[in-house]
T-cell receptor, first 111, second 114 residues
């Protein structure tokens, strides 16, 4: 059974700092990996999707990498801003078009 | 641009009561999903549908039923609510397929069972 773990569970950083969120998964037989953002009381917004054949994806200040063989992904946020404060979740897509989610990392960027 | 709409947003039930959560999407997506989110556990898949008239069990299907009579709607039913079903429920939809499959999520429905 696929298990997705996110470390750290919570992170507090000063504004402007670069930071890395980690995601690991136990079964490397995935189609893709997605990073989502969730604001309090809201749904999830997809940030980046990395296909299993890709190594990384970038969008603005966000960069996500994927090492499928080791079962790891990282989300790098450059020059963090208070508006980046949210919960970040990673999810892997398995056969049957199902996503398995991690528990998330709660990020707080202090101004 | 409504996207994925969930109703109701909040509901309080007593143990044993029944209710239905409605999910509607206007993007002509084939695939629809119901997840529950509990503190410290991420999202877990309850049931999903790969097209009108089809449903399938996810990771935690017990105590729930679903129906997909119309392509745009996916209903989640609780026949006899239990306190363990207190959670935030999210509906999502996607075009489907084994390739890129970005999900669009609704805003969530917070259910409390007393």
């Amino acid at each position: 059974k696929q298990e997705v773990t996110q470390i750290p569970a919570a992170l507090s950083v000063p504004e402007g700092e670069n930071l890395v969120l980690n995601c690991s998964f136990t079964d490397s037989a995935i189609y893709n990996l997605q990073w989502f953002r969730q604001d309090p009381g809201k749904g999830l917004t997809s940030l980046l999707l990395i296909q299993s054949s890709q190594r990384e994806q970038t969008s603005g200040r966000l960069n996500a990498s994927l090492d499928k063989s080791s079962g790891r992904s990282t989300l790098y946020i450059a020059a963090s801003q208070p508006g980046d404060s949210a919960t970040y979740l990673c999810a892997v897509k398995e056969d049957g078009n199902k996503l398995v989610f991690g528990a998330g990392t709660i990020l707080r960027v202090k101004s | 641009n409504a996207g994925v709409t969930q109703t109701p947003k909040f509901r309080v039930l007593k143990t044993g009561q029944s209710m239905t959560l409605l999910c509607a999407q206007d993007m002509n997506h084939e695939y629809m999903y119901w997840y529950r989110q509990d503190p410290g556990m991420g999202l877990r898949l309850i049931h999903y549908s790969v097209g009108e008239g089809t449903t399938a069990k996810g990771e935690v299907p017990d105590g729930y039923n679903v129906s997909r009579l119309k392509k745009q709607n996916f209903l989640l039913g609780l026949e006899s609510a239990a306190p363990s079903q207190t959670s935030v429920y999210f509906c999502a939809s996607s075009y489907g397929g084994k390739g890129a499959n970005v999900l669009t999520f609704g805003a969530g429905s917070r259910l409390t069972v007393l």
